[in-house]
């Protein structure tokens, strides 16, 4: 046991509990001005300023609004299953934060004598890792209303699961299509196929296109935010809660949004290349680290915009209704996604044949 | 059936194309829309920092005035007390005494001069009911407060400064207009 103990790399254990620390406080400190872009943009959407009272531009409006939810009463129901009541949130966040693992964030800095990977885990099932924790999500949004033992909490929450598991099938189904390109489901090795500028979104535009919607509705983001419409379900499966428990649901879905932004831009936008720059040729004239940082800022100007993106959908379409969404999903998106697979398979198979039938 | 204007709309209830049950197109139209808005001048004026400028014709806080001498003008006849429709106004009239001809203008002088805010609608009756001039609506808000009793005005929070002894808050009072 003690040899078993001796003989491990330390260092690569080390390197890996830094990197996750890193990457857990990076997701949150961008979960929580994500809170603030949001009102932001939509306040510029509609034409108004936002927050701009606490410091400059308001840039502190995150830090009082934490400050808010912390220092609020923290009400358990009555009649609710106090265990599941309060693992409810404690599973979105985990499944919110659990997918960032597999993302390459950059490619490797020289430190210490070490050749670090910016990337937590590069198990070679990624996108398979990936499906399973995100349909983990969904005991988050079904324990967290069943738990409130509320009517409302668990018609939104059943909507919410039923909303999930059905964008699923369109998600993978889109993504097959990819990944017979691939030929792997390594998240690093399919940034590394794109890192000469043609990335996969050139190749799947229709794939792209349905990953993005299928991403919308994993986030329970307008236009299907279907399981906390406030009109109809009195604020849906969070209802019944409040302090840090309900801040926790909102941080989820905002933590949700910027690994779902990050693993669009790896799979479909090329990762951590940055575009129009040769990045081995970079890395041999200029440094491997000063390309890892500005890999991982380019990485991040990607995730970016995909965020902005998001809120500009959600303060543009209104949410869709329960038939709408179902029809959607079951009878456009699945049927495309397939038809998109058969057009890449067919295409693959001619290629292979030098395009002779 | 005949319609009844010449605006009448046939509403069309034909099944959604397949690109119309996508929603892309219509969604992109749309997000170009809200993309603009982002860059268009916001209406908003940010309050403390900056203000609206009021109409000529606002009707404020009441002023009970005073004459270029300082001396009240009111002379409690009660006048502004009916006019007002909101019943807001309450006084007491007490008579001047030798050697106070400094401080009132009338023989007669309202001891008390009560205005109760919240009653108020500042409709500018009380203005033209009085007879002496000694009442007029200014250009100030009522200032927000947290008991009820504060908003009952009376002589020491309505009566304009002195125009001899502090005349610059007189003239601040006053404003751009004045009896």
Same mark, same amino acid.
């Given at each position: 046991?003690?040899?078993?103990?001796?003989?491990?790399?330390?260092?690569?254990?080390?390197?890996?509990?830094?990197?996750?620390?890193?990457?857990?406080?990076?997701?949150?400190?961008?979960?929580? !001005?994500?809170?603030?872009?949001?009102?932001?943009?939509?306040?510029?959407?509609?034409?108004?300023?936002?927050?701009?009272?606490?410091?400059?531009?308001?840039?502190?409006?995150?830090?009082?609004?934490?400050?808010?939810?912390?220092?609020?009463?923290?009400?358990?129901?009555?009649?609710?299953?106090?265990?599941?009541?309060?693992?409810?949130?404690?599973?979105?966040?985990?499944?919110?934060?659990?997918?960032?693992?597999?993302?390459?964030?950059?490619?490797?800095?020289?430190?210490?004598?070490?050749?670090?990977?910016?990337?937590?885990?590069?198990?070679?099932?990624?996108?398979?890792?990936?499906?399973?924790?995100?349909?983990?999500?969904?005991?988050?949004?079904?324990?967290?209303?069943?738990?409130?033992?509320?009517?409302?909490?668990?018609?939104?929450?059943?909507?919410?699961?039923?909303?999930?598991?059905?964008?699923?099938?369109?998600?993978?189904?889109?993504?097959?299509?990819?990944?017979?390109?691939?030929?792997?489901?390594?998240?690093?090795?399919?940034?590394?196929?794109?890192?000469?500028?043609? !990335?996969?979104?050139?190749?799947?535009?229709?794939?792209?296109?349905?990953?993005?919607?299928?991403?919308?509705?994993?986030?329970?983001?307008?236009?299907?935010?279907?399981?906390?419409?406030?009109?109809?379900?009195?604020?849906?499966?969070?209802?019944?809660?409040?302090?840090?428990?309900?801040?926790? !649901?909102?941080?989820?879905?905002?933590?949700?949004?910027?690994?779902?932004?990050?693993?669009?831009?790896?799979?479909?936008?090329?990762? !951590?290349?940055?575009?129009?720059?040769?990045?081995?040729?970079?890395?041999?004239?200029?440094?491997?680290?000063?390309?890892?940082?500005?890999?991982?800022?380019?990485?991040?100007?990607?995730?970016?915009?995909?965020?902005?993106?998001?809120?500009?959908?959600?303060?543009?379409?209104?949410?869709?209704?329960?038939?709408?969404?179902?029809?959607?999903?079951?009878?456009?998106?699945?049927?495309?996604?397939?038809?998109?697979?058969?057009?890449?398979?067919?295409?693959?198979?001619?290629?292979?044949?030098?395009?002779?039938? | 059936?005949?319609?009844?204007?010449?605006?009448?709309?046939?509403?069309?209830?034909?099944?959604?194309?397949?690109?119309?049950?996508?929603?892309?197109?219509?969604?992109?139209?749309?997000?170009?829309?809200?993309?603009?808005?982002?860059?268009?001048?916001?209406?908003?004026?940010?309050?403390?920092?900056?203000?609206?400028?009021?109409?000529?014709?606002?009707?404020?806080?009441?002023?009970?005035?005073?004459?270029?001498e300082g001396r009240e003008?009111?002379?409690?006849?009660?006048?502004?007390?009916?006019?007002?429709?909101?019943?807001?106004?309450?006084?007491?009239?007490?008579?001047r005494?030798?050697g106070e001809e400094d401080l009132y203008k009338?023989?007669?002088?309202?001891?008390?001069?009560?205005?109760?805010?919240?009653?108020?609608?500042?409709?500018?009756?009380?203005?033209?009911?009085?007879?002496?001039?000694?009442?007029?609506?200014?250009?100030?808000?009522?200032?927000?407060?947290?008991?009820?009793?504060?908003?009952?005005?009376?002589?020491?929070?309505?009566?304009?400064?002195?125009?001899l002894?502090?005349?610059?808050?007189?003239?601040?009072?006053?404003?751009?207009?004045?009896?």
């Amino acid at each position: 046991m003690h040899s078993l103990l001796l003989s491990a790399d330390w260092g690569l254990i080390i390197e890996k509990m830094v990197l996750v620390a890193i990457i857990i406080g990076v997701s949150l400190f961008v979960a929580m !001005y994500e809170t603030y872009a949001e009102r932001k943009v939509a306040a510029f959407i509609q034409d108004r300023h936002g927050p701009n009272r606490a410091g400059p531009f308001g840039i502190f409006q995150p830090l009082a609004d934490g400050l808010k939810l912390f220092s609020k009463e923290e009400i358990v129901p009555n009649h609710s299953n106090k265990f599941l009541f309060v693992l409810g949130p404690g599973l979105a966040m985990l499944t919110a934060m659990m997918t960032s693992a597999v993302v390459p964030w950059g490619g490797h800095i020289h430190a210490f004598g070490r050749d670090i990977s910016l990337q937590i885990a590069d198990v070679n099932i990624g996108i398979l890792y990936i499906f399973g924790v995100v349909s983990m999500g969904v005991y988050g949004v079904m324990i967290g209303g069943w738990a409130s033992n509320n009517k409302f909490s668990l018609l939104a929450a059943i909507r919410g699961a039923s909303q999930i598991i059905s964008y699923e099938l369109a998600m993978g189904l889109s993504l097959i299509a990819l990944l017979m390109m691939t030929g792997t489901l390594s998240m690093h090795e399919i940034v590394q196929q794109q890192m000469d500028g043609r !990335y996969y979104v050139l190749y799947q535009p229709l794939g792209f296109l349905i990953f993005l919607v299928c991403a919308f509705a994993e986030c329970n983001r307008t236009p299907f935010d279907l399981s906390e419409a406030e009109s109809e379900l009195n604020f849906g499966y969070h209802q019944e809660y409040s302090s840090m428990k309900l801040g926790f !649901y909102l941080f989820a879905e905002y933590v949700n949004m910027f690994i779902s932004s990050a693993v669009m831009a790896t799979i479909f936008w090329g990762g !951590y290349d940055i575009p129009f720059v040769n990045d081995s040729s970079f890395g041999l004239n200029h440094g491997a680290n000063l390309l890892a940082i500005l890999q991982v800022l380019c990485f991040f100007a990607k995730i970016g915009i995909f965020v902005f993106f998001f809120m500009w959908v959600r303060w543009t379409v209104p949410r869709f209704r329960y038939d709408q969404l179902m029809k959607l999903g079951w009878k456009t998106l699945i049927p495309l996604a397939i038809l998109n697979m058969l057009v890449t398979g067919f295409l693959i198979l001619l290629r292979q044949n030098h395009w002779h039938f | 059936m005949q319609a009844l204007t010449s605006r009448a709309k046939v509403v069309g209830r034909k099944p959604m194309t397949f690109l119309e049950k996508l929603y892309i197109p219509v969604i992109a139209k749309a997000m170009g829309i809200t993309f603009g808005h982002i860059f268009k001048k916001k209406p908003t004026v940010s309050y403390p920092e900056q203000r609206r400028t009021f109409s000529p014709v606002f009707r404020g806080v009441q002023v009970l005035n005073r004459d270029e001498e300082g001396r009240e003008r009111c002379t409690a006849c009660g006048l502004c007390a009916v006019a007002c429709p909101a019943e807001a106004i309450t006084m007491e009239a007490a008579e001047r005494l030798p050697g106070e001809e400094d401080l009132y203008k009338e023989e007669k002088y309202a001891a008390r001069y009560e205005i109760n805010m919240l009653r108020c609608i500042f409709c500018g009756l009380c203005e033209e009911a009085c007879p002496k001039d000694a009442v007029y609506l200014s250009e100030t808000l009522v200032p927000s407060n947290f008991n009820r009793e504060s908003f009952v005005y009376g002589k020491k929070e309505l009566l304009i400064p002195h125009p001899l002894k502090e005349p610059e808050a007189y003239a601040r009072a006053r404003g751009e207009r004045g009896s």
